[in-house]
């Protein structure tokens, strides 16, 4: 049973568009909501977090939104840059979940020149 | 450097053979985790230390896998009886132990069993 899904595996933009990646989860007990980023034969890095009490976190080109009673948030990246292409993992925690992560399944951003 | 350490990078192994993952976390950190990725998936949980004590194990992690974190310091990730199926990217992380905060984690290990 997914947890957190990433329906789209890949993504395409040019330099300087926006890239939106999109993230559903179904269960209604996470309250927290991370981003990481991933460059092959590395691990996954953090990007960004969201606490369910907010419905929108920036942080530099990098903004989260969050809509709960839809259970989906999305990462947007303004203006996109090369090295922004990775493998971006939506990732989710629930209540009394040890800081436990539940990943989806990732999606693959490129943005080229 | 003081990230998430794991070792080996790599392991080929064959089935039937046993392995064991060594990670050494960020040295505040007491929340160790471990979790496995395998090809077009996002990283699964499998095990996580508070300190020493071993406080949660996922379904997915079968008797002939045994992780362990003697001092509260490093940790081990051991696979017994490798077989192909437990092929996969072992990811270690850390964390303070803090409500809401983020994991760091390693490069992995990457482990082959042919």
């Known amino acids: 049973d997914q947890q957190v899904k990433q329906n789209s595996p890949s993504l395409s933009v040019q330099e300087g568009r926006i890239s939106i990646l999109n993230c559903d989860y179904t269960?209604?007990?996470?309250?927290?909501f991370l981003w990481y980023k991933k460059y092959p034969a590395e691990g996954p890095t953090f990007l960004i977090s969201?606490?369910?009490?907010?419905d929108k976190n920036e942080d530099g080109r990098f903004t989260v939104f969050l809509n709960k009673s839809a259970k989906h948030l999305s990462l947007h990246i303004v203006p996109s840059q090369p090295g922004d292409s990775a493998v971006y993992f939506c990732?989710?925690?629930?209540?009394?979940?040890?800081?436990?992560?539940?990943f989806g399944t990732g999606t693959q951003l490129k943005v080229e020149l | 450097d003081t990230g998430v350490s794991q070792n080996p990078r790599h392991k080929i192994t064959k089935r039937g053979q046993n392995v064991t993952f060594r990670c050494d976390p960020i040295?505040?950190?007491?929340?160790l985790y471990w979790y496995r990725q395998t090809l077009g998936q996002g990283p699964e949980f499998l095990t996580y230390?508070?300190?020493?004590?071993?406080?949660?194990k996922s379904r997915l992690l079968s008797d002939r896998f045994s992780a362990e974190r003697p001092k509260g310091s490093f940790s081990t990730l051991e696979i017994q009886r490798t077989e192909q199926g437990d092929s996969a990217m072992y990811l270690c992380?850390?964390?303070?132990?803090?409500?809401?905060?983020?994991?760091?984690f390693g490069s992995g290990t990457q482990l082959s069993v042919l």
């Open positions: 992380a850390s964390s303070l132990g803090q409500n809401n905060e983020k994991l760091f």
């Open positions: 269960n209604s007990m996470f309250d927290y």
């Open positions: 969201i606490s369910s009490i907010k």
């Open positions: 990732a989710a925690r629930s209540t009394g979940g040890g800081n436990k992560l539940t």
């Open positions: 040295s505040e950190h007491n929340r």
């Open positions: 230390f508070q300190n020493e004590a071993q406080l949660e």
